[in-house]
């Protein structure tokens, strides 16, 4: 299920309605304002996501600007041109060697079908397409279910491993510890199937 096809109280009056602390912070927070950014090839939202791994977003957007800059003619460039980059203008770019490795085998995985075109991703259960993009270098679970929510647009994604999430549930509920992804995602359970939202009211908290 995609965010869009859900009525827009739906998952607020569902979050708000499993406790005190949720109600609270969703009365605080007003209403879910998450949007995701549909239209872009899961290839190039993976590039992006590379990009931004462990750096702040302005330093992230100006390795994505220079990167473009190579390519004046096209929006984003294509598998076949980013793989002809050499790794020197790669690393010029602002890209680790390791990002240069991971981002050329995220190419070559367009190029031989093991990254899907968007509309056979959005064909593919949110389990299915993470197991699929996982086998790539460098990209983990959480890389692609930023993908689920962002690209895609899919309801129901609870990140269990990102620290926000499980910092803002701490918070929430007052806790001297944050849970652990494993005990995260036993809680994320009631939340279904808003999980999506469950997360972006979290990261707020």
């Known amino acids: ?18 406790d005190p602390d949720w109600a609270r912070h969703i009365a605080a927070t007003g209403p879910c304002l998450h949007q995701a950014t549909p239209g872009r090839e899961p290839y190039e939202v993976l590039v992006r ?22 390519f004046p003619d096209n929006a984003f460039p294509e598998p076949e041109q980013l793989l002809a980059v050499a790794p020197e203008t790669m690393r010029a770019c602002g890209f680790s060697a390791t990002k240069v490795a991971t981002v050329q085998g995220i190419a070559r995985g367009r190029l031989e079908g093991l990254v899907p075109t968007r509309e056979e991703a959005m064909a593919m259960p949110d389990e299915a397409l993470i197991e699929r993009l996982v086998a790539l270098r460098g990209v983990g679970r959480w890389t692609v279910e930023m993908l689920l ?45 808003y999980r999506t939202v469950a997360a972006w009211y979290l990261w707020r908290a």
């Not at 962002?150 to 001297?176: I, M, N, W």
């Open 49 to 70: 996501a590379i990009a931004y791994q462990q750096l702040h977003a302005r330093a992230a957007e100006a390795i994505i600007g220079r990167l473009l800059a190579l």
């Open 149 to 193: 929510i962002y690209s895609l647009a899919r309801a129901d994604v609870l990140p269990v491993d990102d620290f926000g999430v499980r910092e803002g549930y701490r918070r929430l509920k007052g806790l001297d510890k944050a849970p652990t992804p494993a005990q995260m995602r036993s809680l994320g359970g009631g939340w279904r199937p």
């Open 1 to 18: 299920m995609i965010l869009a096809d859900l009525s827009p109280d739906a998952a607020t009056d569902y979050l708000a309605a499993l």
